[in-house]
Each structure stands twice: as C-alpha cells, then as structure tokens.
C-alpha cells in the first residue's frame, strides 16, 4: 500500500493515536478514508497535476438521431467551389 503524508483537520483521535490540530502523519488512503485528515500540501499539488493530465475528457454530445432504414437524408446545397485558375475569364 502508498503511505501518504495527511495534515490533521483538528485535535483528536486519528487513526488510533493522539494528534494536535495541523499535525502530519502518514497514513494510506484507507487508513484516511473517513479520519479528519486531508493531503499535505506539496503532495497535494503534485497529485492536483497528475490528475489534470490524466483526467477524461467531457462527454461529447449525443448524436443525432440516425434516419431509418429506407429513409433518404437530404444532401445540403451548396455554391459551386471556382478558383481564379479555373475561372475562365
């Protein structure tokens, strides 16, 4: 298991030990599951940029929906591309 540095939240009992409001200690992230305890601050911003790398990306909208089996979809219009090398004048 990872052994990490917590800061306490407040004085009192942690992970079976006495400890004053402040206070680093290691634990695992099971031991500080529900303890009054959160990440010390050089490991937290280093956790912080990991997880903006390897966060997953928004979901994408739905898609439209697809038309049935002998529906036909519309082709859009549109202008005719010219170029000047192409335009005879």
């Not at 917590?6 to 992970?15: E, L, V």
């Not at 390897?54 to 909208?61: D, L």
């Amino acid at each position: 298991m990872i052994v990490k540095t917590y800061r306490a939240k407040a004085a009192g009992w942690i992970a079976g030990r006495r400890v004053a409001a402040g206070e680093e200690i290691r634990l695992t992230a099971a031991e500080a599951k529900y303890e009054p305890v959160e990440l010390a601050v050089a490991e937290a911003a280093s956790v912080a940029k990991g997880a903006t790398a390897t966060a997953k990306p928004a979901r994408k909208a739905k898609a439209a929906a697809k038309p049935a089996a002998g529906d036909v979809e519309p082709v859009p219009a549109t202008a005719p591309v010219t170029t000047p090398e192409a335009d005879p004048a």
